[in-house]
């Protein structure tokens, strides 16, 4: 063997143990532990009056997660529009279980009987029973079946047991004369389970025959009685929570299992919660959820009952509501979601993995941050709701260095001071994002200064829980028209002998529309304006993992200027009034899409100097009113296509 060949198979060796150690330490290095700790957020009322309204179910539908059904002491609900409005089907005192085929066939337990539907809630039938257990469909959907108790169950009076009700034909059957009032439909083995205490039957042919068994769990002398059975349709387990009776006549509630659709039976645990007493079992995406007793809130299990936690994050310790059902789902806004309805009527939400980032609304000079809430600008957050944004993902900035009074709040102070408190703001919703699953990232949208002050927060602590930042009429390059002279002499040919016409003019138009221009000696204004050492600093970043969106509004105005026997026209751009759409659309990110907002029609604004011996020369500017325009600065921000395309930028779907 040649030197050389050695050599290249040493080398070969030691690479190929590098990418072992490598490999193995890229397999045992933990992964960083989740941050998932979602909140309860109050997402509907039914109370009505301060009357309570107790909710006794709610169903999401599985195929349609946008239709929510409700059950409650003040009537059957439906939802189309994932919870944000309900339509009362059937006015009652219902409590009781909800079932439903589709949007059409629709049937709930109640007090007084069963009621079902064939045309969506339209009308309903009514079977007559008392005390009935939760509905179920069984192998064909023709029929529908429930348990019933009632009295003492003797034998002979055939009134407990279970029953099948013929859709079609409205006949109730009797199937089997049992003490067995609740009732569960395995899919693995098309058969019918039901139960009562420690006995339970099963039904392979829809309930023409059963074969009855005793629950044999538990040790000597120990007494076993279920209490509620949910099926976790991701693996086929039965779970059930039971009654525990030892020798001594001590009681807890604890946990057993079945893997086999409900042959037999092993326990998970003799007691569940210590301390709280469980009152209904759910299973939903392998998770176990538990209700306690009232005012004791709901906990979860996601390693098959083994171990338990609460899950009240987001209410009050002194008021967790006493929740009375849950219900499973997505929703418009979270890839998943659990509803959960109390006593009183209320329904809160709990999401996690969002489809979209917490936003921030910031505004400009002169404006205050409940502009946005209940302000001339809140129709961004009202289309927010309507794309499906939960109210805490809904935010306004409010100016650090400044009070909350609206009559002294200041909003033209130095950049540097009053965008102090963003940090602080992004890293909670940053968070809050992380805990419900999310990217743990903020997006931005800035109106005038409101764009200035979001990218001063990006130029001082960087990109990294950014996602996307919108400025909608933002002198990125400066505001070149904060004296309204200013703009004067941007006109071409005429701007010099027109300032002082045209700037008293501009005054009076503003004056007359309730319009406060903001202080142009003020720190903001001077930080914005062009030659600024500000706004050069400003435009040293580049952002490259900050998606960039930029709205700019741009009014044409054709100038008849009429000097003694001459009459001239030129057309020219003023942008939005206050800058240009070049200044407005310059945000300098990597990725960025620019919208300009045109008026349709030009301002028209005639100009006349007459020479008049008493007076020397007159001069006289008629302007158009504000209802002519959309896209001056002050209204762009208002008009239903900006909202529109802001709300199309912050969910993608431009």
């Not at 007493?277 to 009232?294: C, E, S, T």
Request: glycine share 10%.
């Amino acid at each position: 063997m040649s030197k050389c060949n050695f050599s290249e198979k040493l080398l070969a060796i030691f690479v190929s143990a590098c990418c072992l150690l490598i490999f193995f330490l890229s397999y045992t290095t933990p992964l960083p532990s989740s941050t998932l700790n979602p909140a309860w957020h109050e997402y509907y009322d039914f109370g009505l009056l301060g009357l309570a309204n107790q909710i006794s179910d709610i169903y999401v539908d599985t195929s349609n997660p946008a239709l929510i059904y409700v059950l409650s002491q003040k009537g059957f609900y439906k939802s189309s529009d994932y919870g944000h409005n309900f339509t009362r089907l059937i006015n009652g005192k219902f409590a009781g279980r909800i079932l439903t085929i589709d949007e059409q066939r629709l049937a709930f337990s109640a007090y007084d009987g069963i009621y079902y539907s064939t045309n969506g809630g339209a009308s309903w039938f009514h079977h007559s029973f008392v005390g009935l257990s939760a509905p179920v469909f069984g192998p064909s959907e023709e029929y529908l079946y429930f348990g019933r108790v009632f009295g003492q169950c003797l034998p002979h009076q055939g009134i407990c047991g279970i029953y099948r009700l013929n859709l079609n034909t409205h006949q109730v059957e009797y199937l089997l004369n049992k003490e067995a009032k609740h009732l569960l439909y395995i899919p693995e083995r098309n058969a019918l389970l039901a139960y009562h205490e420690n006995f339970w039957w099963t039904s392979e042919d829809a309930g023409q025959n059963w074969q009855e068994q005793t629950l044999s769990v538990g040790e000597p002398g120990e007494r076993v009685y279920f209490i509620g059975l949910v099926p976790d349709v991701e693996t086929g387990t039965i779970y059930a929570l039971t009654l525990f009776i030892n020798a001594q006549n001590q009681r807890s509630t604890g946990l057993i299992k079945s893997d086999d659709s409900g042959s037999s039976w092993v326990i998970i645990n003799r007691e569940l919660l210590p301390g709280v007493n469980p009152l209904r079992l759910y299973a939903d995406n392998g998770k176990l959820y538990v209700l306690a007793d009232p005012g004791k809130g709901i906990y979860v299990s996601d390693n098959g009952g083994l171990n338990w936690s609460e899950l009240n994050n987001g209410f009050s310790e002194s008021q967790i509501p006493s929740v009375m059902s849950l219900g499973f789902g997505a929703s418009d806004f979270y890839n998943w979601a659990i509803y959960a309805g109390d006593a009183l009527g209320k329904i809160y939400r709990l999401g996690a993995q969002p489809k979209d980032d917490p936003v921030i609304y910031i505004h400009g000079l002169g404006g205050h941050f409940t502009d946005w809430t209940t302000g001339n600008k809140s129709m961004h957050f009202e289309a927010l709701r309507e794309a499906g944004y939960p109210e805490h993902y809904l935010n306004t900035y409010a100016y650090a260095d400044a009070d909350g009074n609206p009559d002294t709040y200041d909003s033209q102070a130095d950049v540097r001071l009053i965008s102090a408190d963003l940090d602080e703001q992004v890293n909670t919703l940053s968070q809050l994002s992380l805990e419900e699953g999310g990217s743990g990232k903020v997006d931005l949208v800035g109106f005038s200064l409101g764009g200035i002050i979001a990218r001063y927060y990006l130029n001082q602590h960087g990109e990294e829980k950014v996602d996307d930042l919108v400025t909608i009429g933002s002198p990125h390059l400066g505001a070149e028209i904060l004296h309204f002279e200013d703009w004067i002499e941007m006109i071409p040919w005429f701007g010099v002998p027109l300032r002082k016409a045209f700037g008293i003019a501009f005054h009076s138009f503003f004056d007359s529309v309730g319009y406060t221009p903001p202080d142009p000696n003020s720190p903001a204004a001077q930080q914005v304006r062009p030659s600024s050492q500000f706004i050069e600093d400003l435009n040293t970043s580049t952002y490259v993992s900050v998606d960039g969106y930029t709205g700019a509004g741009d009014i044409d105005v054709k100038l008849n200027f009429r000097f003694f026997f001459w009459d001239l026209t030129r057309k020219f751009s003023i942008g939005d009034g206050l800058m240009t759409t070049t200044s407005a659309s310059s945000l300098p990110c990597s990725d960025k899409i620019s919208r300009v907002f045109s008026e349709p029609s030009f301002v028209v604004a005639k100009h006349t100097i007459q020479n008049s011996i008493d007076i020397g020369y007159k001069y006289q500017v008629d302007l158009v009113t504000t209802e002519d325009l959309n896209y001056w600065h002050g209204m762009l921000i208002r008009q239903s296509d900006v909202v529109e395309s802001v709300i199309k930028w912050l969910t993608h779907e431009w």
